[in-house]
């Protein structure tokens, strides 16, 4: 059974692993410095970090982000939306559309909270990930170079679905 919820403070090591496996493999342009426990604690005190579990073990996350790191003026939705960032899934459960899951869960949970659209940066040549948001109704909308690498900043508007 899979399960969307807010990082408890026990999980922390647990999420960290998960961080720390995926660092330097196929797409993943994080390095020793991020993300880290700082931001787990960071996105836990702000209530914006969730978790995916299977059957009570964490297998993805997902960061809601405090202000925006990619503002685009090609955003159809400027009021009431939200930026995620740090999507994960453990390796061991990636291809097997998990990741479509947590996302599809969140969404889900973001629609009843009223937001207009998602926000997020897709580093470019993180092809499995862009048709991932593609697949899930996100249009690119801009690109940019910030921390060291170009992405693709995506939007998916809530508001003409709800």
Not at 95 to 104: I, K
Request: aromatic share 12%; glycine share 4%; proline share 2%.
């Amino acid at each position: 059974m899979l399960t969307l919820s807010k990082i408890k403070k026990n999980e922390f090591s647990e999420l960290l692993n998960i961080y720390n496996e995926v660092r330097g493999h196929a797409f993943c342009v994080w390095d020793a410095e991020y993300p880290t426990m700082m931001d787990i604690e960071n996105d836990y005190q702000l209530n914006n970090l969730y978790v995916l579990k299977k059957n009570q073990e964490i297998i993805g996350a997902l960061s809601i982000v405090d202000g925006f790191e990619f503002e685009s003026p090609n955003f159809m939705e400027q009021t009431n939306c939200i930026e995620i960032a740090r999507v994960v899934i453990k390796k061991e459960y990636q291809h097997q559309g998990y990741s479509h899951a947590l996302l599809t869960k969140f969404i889900s949970r973001i629609k009843k909270q009223g937001y207009h659209s998602i926000h997020l940066g897709v580093e470019i040549n993180n092809i499995p990930a862009l048709k991932l948001y593609e697949r899930l109704g996100f249009k690119v909308v801009d690109q940019y170079h910030i921390f060291d690498h170009d992405y693709k900043v995506c939007e998916l508007v809530l508001l003409n679905s709800l």
